[in-house]
């Protein structure tokens, strides 16, 4: 079983910054892809960055350019840099892995919050 622990979330002003962190806990897994959610209060969830093994980085379109998406040489944990935050980024962050056999795994969830 694939534990994932998320760490870096709280509550920063309009303009500042935060990093969110998810590390896979149980041990050295190949994985497949990395990246990141998020959900708003009455909202789905949805596509924050995407980091596939040896593919291109994706981004939501609202935050190209505000936020950055990496990952350590082992793959074995993955960033999330987020400057220039809005209100609008306010919401749960989500790390997700999809280890090499496919399967998907998510973390707890860090609450996101920016005020005006």
């Known amino acids: 079983q694939v534990r994932l622990e998320e760490s870096g979330g709280g509550l920063v002003q309009a303009g500042g910054s935060l990093r969110l962190s998810c590390a896979i806990s149980t041990g050295r897994i190949a994985t497949r892809l990395m990246g990141w959610y998020r959900q708003a209060p009455g909202k789905e969830r949805e596509l924050v960055a995407s980091?596939?093994?040896?593919?291109?980085?994706d981004y939501l379109d609202s935050v190209k350019g505000r936020f950055t998406i990496s990952t350590n040489k082992a793959r074995n944990a993955v960033y999330l840099q987020m400057n220039s935050l809005k209100p609008e980024d306010t919401g749960v962050y989500y790390c997700?892995?999809?280890?090499?056999?496919?399967?998907?795994?998510w973390g707890q969830g860090t609450q996101v919050t920016v005020s005006s």
């Open positions: 980091f596939p093994l040896g593919g291109s980085i």
């Open positions: 997700h892995v999809r280890v090499w056999t496919g399967d998907p795994y």
